[in-house]
């Protein structure tokens, strides 16, 4: 905390880390606080809307803040309306986020639900996990969870601690295909070939399961074997980012459930100080992490270099090794 912070907290009384992990954020004006709104999946409805403008107007300065992490966020809130933001709030049945060493409000794209490159329902997923999760604390340090739906990974699962991204896997129907090469060409990862009958035939070392090949065909001969998360953990941003390690493909959203539950607590016996799961995962060995917490929960593991390659552009130096 800066020596300035630290002289107001004293002066005011108050425990900013605490007001922090209550979404009330301490700002560099005297007096004043940021107050950020539990906006899971970054979907609010109009009157959530109405109701953070409403508060910028009476207690703010009417301004509204959008976060990275997608929550609405009310600037220059002076702390004597602490008690009447929260009623406010609490009377359309609405609350602030959390900050410090908890699991934070989950980040979403929209999803299959009307984004038509949507394989999984992130919003759905993301409002059942900010209802189970949101705040339990981790005893070390901030834990984030985001929701792509495909991926192209809008909601940048790479750098969450654990991250969801919507797969499909494509499977040919022999008798209805033409063999008119458009999933071929439609496929970027060039996983799809014809053979010598003139049917495509795919590379599974290559296919990073985007559903591209199905959408294209013209007779429904390409279709969806099945539909599920990959998983990724391990990620961060900040000073010094990791990028996450893909560590399961095809779970449900029930899998997803006991793999975050089980996660924390891993994270909670493993972590030291303030490390962030991705260093604990780099400190004691990825392997373990998979052994302990991946493979109990009966997942499909994705456990070597070789079958997350495809998923990282050819040479990046971020690939996990
Ligand atoms: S990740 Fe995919 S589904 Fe989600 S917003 Fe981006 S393109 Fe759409
Ligand atoms: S799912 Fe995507 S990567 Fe896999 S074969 Fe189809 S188009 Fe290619
Ligand atoms: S696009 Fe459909 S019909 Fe054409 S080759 Fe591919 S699977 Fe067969």
């Known amino acids: ?14 425990d900013f880390d605490v007001l922090k992990s209550g979404g009330f954020i301490k700002q560099t004006q005297e007096d004043l606080f940021t107050v950020r709104l539990r906006c899971p999946g970054g979907r609010v409805t109009s009157q959530q809307l109405r ?23 009310v600037p220059y809130v002076h702390h004597k309306y602490f008690d009447a933001v929260d009623a406010d709030l609490k009377s359309i049945n609405w609350s602030v986020a959390s900050c410090g060493p908890r699991i934070r409000v989950p980040t979403a794209c929209a999803g299959c639900t009307y984004n038509p490159n949507g394989l999984m329902d992130t919003q759905n997923m993301c409002f059942e996990v ?31 601690d654990l991250g969801f991204q ?29 053979v010598k009958d003139g ?8 296919c990073n399961y ?4 199905i959408k294209v065909c013209p007779v429904d001969a390409m279709i969806a074997k099945r539909k599920g998360w990959l998983i990724r953990a391990g990620g961060k941003h900040g000073k010094h980012p990791i990028y996450a390690y893909e560590v399961a493909q095809f779970a449900t959203n029930e899998q997803g ?11 909670k016996a493993n972590s030291k100080g303030r490390e962030r799961i991705g260093a604990t995962m780099g400190r004691l060995n990825l392997d373990r992490y998979l052994t302990e917490v991946v493979k109990p929960l009966g997942l499909e593991v994705i456990e070597t270099p070789e079958q997350r390659q495809k998923f990282w552009a050819s040479g990046n130096m971020y690939q996990n090794k």
């Open 166 to 194: 919507g797969i499909v896997e494509p499977e040919l129907d022999d008798d209805k295909c033409t063999s008119c090469g458009l999933c071929v060409a439609a496929c970027e990862e060039q996983s799809l070939t014809m």
């Open 51 to 73: 109701m953070a403008a409403e508060i910028a107007d009476k207690y703010g300065q009417g301004e509204i803040h959008n976060s990275f992490r997608q929550s609405i966020e």
């Open 199 to 206: 049917k495509p035939v795919r590379d599974l070392s290559k």
């Open 130 to 160: 900010d209802k189970k999760y949101f705040g339990t604390a981790t005893t070390h340090h901030k834990f984030k969870i985001s929701f792509s739906g495909c991926p192209i990974d809008c909601a940048r699962t790479r750098e969450m």
């Open 257 to 267: 459930y006991a793999l975050i539950e089980k996660t924390m607590e891993w994270y």
């Open 1 to 14: 905390m800066q020596h300035s912070l630290k002289r107001e907290a004293k002066r005011l009384d108050m």
């Open 210 to 213: 985007c559903g591209d090949c």
